[in-house]
């Protein structure tokens, strides 16, 4: 599949941050240079490697840019940039940061091709701050602001039923299907209560899904977080998901099985997802539950829950809102700790979108207070 050859598009991808952008193909700077009365040169247009593009990119200008294949993104080739930012404070009297206002940034770039229309590589490039400023609702990554691979995954078909990947750092559930339309913009209850069962610690990840049709589908993955690859000394995950999708509402069921290193300890993650989207100005609810069997663990300890509901209005207003509760990996031992949210998203234009949240999270031990904050994310997609 000539995958080295592929990932030649990421550089590629970060010469657009650089403060002179170049096109995908060939340029000579110093001739460029030499051409004084040009004024700007048409970035988007000059991705494009046909020969009409090439003779019109600079008047007078042949030979500056090579219409050649080599070197240039295939027409196959799509680039998505997203920045996600982040302005908030959490109340909290019995932390350190007590009203402090923080704020964080996430950046990506999603790089794909296809070679015959069918398969698809997956370059993953980010960066950002995440959580780690002090707001710990900001779902962002928080790899630092060095621009990093943080994914490389390959999708093709087998016959007309089955779809499998490959990938190194991709979540092994990255085929699965989880019953869930609810999309708020926090940490805690975006992943619907599938906290575990949908493996996701990246690393090497292989998996497969399979239509079985009249919206029923079925999907396995597997992964490895050690670079000794499914042997007695990594860390492994294995997971199995099933699913029914209709017009209105769906149903899912996931397992999954982590084991630690040396298979002293095992522990098995069972979760069910569903929603129902009724017809009218009726919002859309989502449920899901997961209960864990924690290998190794103390008694007491030794079984963890994770629940959580959503309400979804897509229409209100010119935005779409959402309220929801839910609590994640609470030991049968502890009271739950649950968060309460609301947020309403608002498309300012295309490409941009302001989403508020506020949310209060219950006391994790006994005379402490409640957390209370508040969060703007704002979202640009180019």
């Excluded at 990246?202 to 042997?231: K, L, P, R």
């Excluded at 569903?274 to 009218?280: D, L, M, V, W």
Aim: glycine share 12%; charged share 20%; proline share 2%.
């Amino acid at each position: 599949m000539k995958l080295f050859k592929s990932l030649l598009v990421a550089p590629a991808a970060l010469g657009l941050l650089a403060p002179i952008s170049a096109s995908a193909s060939e340029v000579n700077l110093n001739d460029i240079s030499n051409y004084s009365d040009v004024e700007s040169i048409d970035l988007a247009n000059s991705f494009r490697n046909d020969e009409s593009n090439s003779r019109n990119l600079l008047a007078g200008g042949e030979g500056l840019v090579n219409s050649s294949y080599d070197g240039g993104f295939s027409e196959t080739t799509t680039a998505a940039f997203t920045v996600e930012g982040y302005l908030g404070f959490e109340d909290d009297e019995d932390a350190t940061n007590d009203d402090a206002v923080a704020a964080g940034y996430s950046f990506q770039i999603d790089l794909n091709t296809s070679f015959t229309g069918e398969d698809s590589l997956d370059i993953s490039l980010d960066a950002g701050t995440g959580g780690t400023e002090g707001v710990d609702e900001f779902d962002g990554n928080s790899l630092g602001d060095g621009l990093r691979v943080d994914g490389v995954a390959y999708t093709f078909p087998i016959g007309e039923k089955i779809t499998a990947i490959a990938g190194i750092d991709t979540d092994g559930s990255a085929l699965f299907t989880t019953a869930c339309v609810y999309g708020g913009p926090g940490d805690m209850l975006n992943d619907c209560g599938n906290v575990n069962a949908a493996i996701t610690s990246g690393g090497a990840t292989v998996g497969a899904s399979y239509d079985i049709g009249s919206g029923w589908s079925a999907a396995v993955g597997a992964q490895t977080t050690e670079a000794s690859v499914f042997t007695q000394e990594s860390n492994d995950s294995y997971a199995l998901n099933a699913a029914y999708i209709a017009d209105s509402y769906g149903l899912s069921l996931t397992y999954g099985v982590v084991e630690n290193a040396g298979r002293t300890d095992e522990n098995k993650f069972t979760a069910v997802q569903a929603y129902y989207t009724p017809e009218g100005n009726l919002p859309s609810i989502s449920v899901g539950y997961e209960l864990g069997d924690i290998g190794g663990a103390a008694a007491g300890a030794d079984e963890q829950a994770s629940f959580m509901v959503g309400l979804t209005w897509d229409e209100i207003g010119p935005g779409s809102a959402g309220i929801g509760l839910g609590h994640s990996d609470t030991n049968e031992s502890n009271d739950e700790v649950y968060q309460y949210e609301a947020y309403y998203s608002y498309p300012v234009n295309d490409g941009m979108t302001i989403t508020p949240l506020i949310f209060s999270r219950d006391a994790a031990t006994a005379n402490t207070d409640d957390t209370t904050g508040m969060m703007v994310k704002t979202t640009f997609v180019f």
